[in-house]
């Protein structure tokens, strides 16, 4: 379902993009920083109980699932499947308006 877009239509998306990408390297210098904090805490106050691991590991999850769709990584699920998507629940919806008439 591709179509013409204007130029003003494709700067938008392009602007898009790169705030997406701008909001993914935010996060990971966030979560670069703030797990080096919990790091040096938990090996400062309490080094026989290593539990900066659970941060480190579920936000990093986050992390990479953020980065995944970022770079559409799996473009099966990129804007081209959110938009067949939402026209599917739209025809649905005309469909069930047109019944009940």
Do not use: C, D
């Amino acid at each position: 379902m591709e179509r013409n877009l204007s130029e003003e239509e494709r700067y938008i998306a392009a602007k898009k993009k790169v705030e997406n990408i701008k909001g993914f390297y935010g996060n990971l210098v966030s979560y670069i920083l703030v797990n080096a904090i919990l790091i040096f805490i938990n090996l400062y106050t309490s080094p026989q109980y290593l539990w900066f691991f659970w941060p480190l590991l579920w936000w990093g999850v986050g992390v990479i699932f953020h980065g995944l769709k970022v770079f559409e990584v799996f473009p099966g699920m990129g804007k081209e499947w959110e938009e067949r998507k939402i026209q599917e629940f739209m025809e649905k919806e005309k469909e069930n308006k047109n019944k009940w008439k």
